[in-house]
C-alpha cells in the first residue's frame, strides 16, 4: 500500500505560489511519503518544471481526448504538461458542474488511457449522514465512478464528508474508520486482491493538528488536503505526519 499526500490548490494560485512547491520539495526526504500537488491548470508546466519529489497532478479533464470542448483540457493534454495526476469527481465538480458518476467514470478511464493516475473522489453530505445513508451513498457512488479495470497502479480514492470541507469539521475518528473499511470491502469485492493495495485517502479539514490521529486509522492511507496544501508551513507537517504513521 502506498501512503499518498495530495494537495488540491482549487482555483488558487499563480506563478508567485510556485515558490511554495519549492519550499515543500525542500523539506523532504527519502524517508517521506509520496506527496502530489494539484495546482490550477495554469501553473501544471511551471509546477513539473520545479522537479524534484513531488507530482503534479491536474484537478479534472475532460471525458473526450480531443475536440470541441471550450475550456476544458483533455487527460492527454495533461499528461502532455508532465503531471501523472488527475484528481475525478471532486464535489465541488459534482456541485459545480452537475457531474454524475457515470461522468466521472468516464473521466477515469480517459485519465488511464492517458497514463494518468486518476484520485477519483467520493463522499456524502450532512443530509445523508444524519439520514443514516452514508455507506449506501458511498457503495453507489463507488459502483458507479470506479471503472471495472482500475488497479492500485492507476487509482486512488479518497473519502472526503462533503460536510467536512473546508469546513473545519472532522468526522470522528470512529466514522472515518467505518467509511474506509467499507470501501476496501467494497474494492476487494469488486477488483480482488489488489484492492488490498489501493491507497484510500481522507480528504476534509486535515490539518497538521488531527493528522497523526486520522492516519492512525486503519485503511486511512493519506489525505486529500485542500486549503491547508497551500503553503509549506500548513502542508509539510501533514506530511511528515503521514511519514510517521
Ligand atoms: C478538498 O477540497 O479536497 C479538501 C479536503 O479541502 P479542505 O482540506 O480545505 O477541507
Same mark, same amino acid.
Given at each position: 500500500?502506498?501512503?499518498?499526500?495530495? $494537495?488540491?490548490?482549487?482555483?488558487?494560485?499563480?506563478?508567485?505560489?510556485?515558490?511554495?512547491?519549492?519550499?515543500?520539495?525542500?523539506?523532504?526526504?527519502d524517508?517521506? +511519503?509520496?506527496?502530489?500537488? &494539484?495546482?490550477?491548470?495554469?501553473?501544471? !508546466? +511551471?509546477? &513539473?518544471?520545479?522537479? $524534484?519529489?513531488?507530482g %503534479? @497532478? =491536474?484537478?479534472? &479533464?475532460?471525458?473526450?481526448?480531443?475536440?470541441? *470542448?471550450?475550456?476544458? !483540457?483533455s =487527460?492527454?493534454? %495533461?499528461?502532455?504538461?508532465?503531471?501523472?495526476?488527475v484528481?475525478? @469527481?471532486?464535489s465541488?465538480?459534482?456541485?459545480?458542474?452537475g457531474?454524475?458518476?457515470?461522468?466521472?467514470?468516464?473521466?477515469?478511464?480517459? =485519465? *488511464?488511457?492517458?497514463?494518468?493516475?486518476?484520485?477519483?473522489?467520493?463522499?456524502?453530505?450532512?443530509?445523508?449522514?444524519?439520514?443514516?445513508?452514508?455507506?449506501?451513498?458511498? $457503495?453507489?457512488?463507488?459502483? @458507479?465512478? !470506479? +471503472?471495472?479495470?482500475?488497479?492500485?497502479?492507476?487509482?486512488?480514492?479518497?473519502?472526503?464528508?462533503?460536510w467536512?470541507? $473546508?469546513?473545519?469539521?472532522?468526522?470522528?475518528?470512529?466514522?472515518?474508520?467505518?467509511?474506509?473499511?467499507?470501501?476496501?470491502?467494497?474494492?476487494?469485492?469488486?477488483?480482488?486482491?489488489? =484492492?488490498?493495495?489501493?491507497?484510500?485517502?481522507? @480528504?476534509?479539514?486535515?490539518?497538521?493538528?488531527?493528522?497523526?490521529?486520522?492516519?492512525?486509522?486503519?485503511?486511512?492511507?493519506?489525505?486529500?488536503?485542500?486549503?491547508?496544501?497551500?503553503?509549506?508551513?500548513?502542508?509539510? +507537517?501533514?506530511?511528515?505526519?503521514?511519514?510517521?504513521?
Amino acid at each position: 500500500m502506498r501512503k499518498l499526500a495530495a $494537495g488540491n490548490w482549487k482555483m488558487n494560485g499563480t506563478r508567485a505560489s510556485l515558490s511554495e512547491v519549492k519550499a515543500i520539495n525542500a523539506e523532504l526526504d527519502d524517508t517521506d +511519503p509520496a506527496v502530489v500537488i &494539484c495546482p490550477p491548470v495554469s501553473l501544471l !508546466i +511551471p509546477a &513539473c518544471d520545479i522537479g $524534484g519529489k513531488i507530482g %503534479i @497532478g =491536474a484537478q479534472d &479533464c475532460h471525458m473526450a481526448s480531443s475536440g470541441a *470542448h471550450t475550456g476544458d !483540457i483533455s =487527460a492527454n493534454q %495533461i499528461a502532455d504538461t508532465g503531471a501523472t495526476y488527475v484528481i475525478i @469527481g471532486h464535489s465541488e465538480r459534482r456541485t459545480d458542474h452537475g457531474e454524475t458518476s457515470d461522468m466521472i467514470k468516464a473521466k477515469a478511464q480517459a =485519465a *488511464h488511457k492517458a497514463g494518468l493516475i486518476a484520485i477519483v473522489c467520493i463522499g456524502e453530505t450532512l443530509a445523508e449522514r444524519e439520514a443514516g445513508e452514508t455507506l449506501n451513498v458511498l $457503495g453507489q457512488q463507488m459502483s @458507479g465512478s !470506479i +471503472p471495472d479495470v482500475a488497479t492500485s497502479q492507476n487509482t486512488v480514492i479518497a473519502y472526503e464528508p462533503i460536510w467536512a470541507i $473546508g469546513t473545519g469539521l472532522v468526522p470522528t475518528l470512529d466514522q472515518i474508520d467505518e467509511a474506509h473499511r467499507f470501501m476496501r470491502a467494497e474494492l476487494l469485492t469488486t477488483l480482488g486482491a489488489d =484492492a488490498q493495495n489501493i491507497s484510500l485517502l481522507y @480528504g476534509g479539514s486535515v490539518k497538521g493538528s488531527n493528522a497523526d490521529d486520522i492516519f492512525s486509522v486503519a485503511d486511512v492511507d493519506g489525505a486529500l488536503v485542500g486549503g491547508a496544501s497551500l503553503s509549506a508551513h500548513d502542508f509539510v +507537517p501533514i506530511i511528515k505526519a503521514l511519514s510517521r504513521a
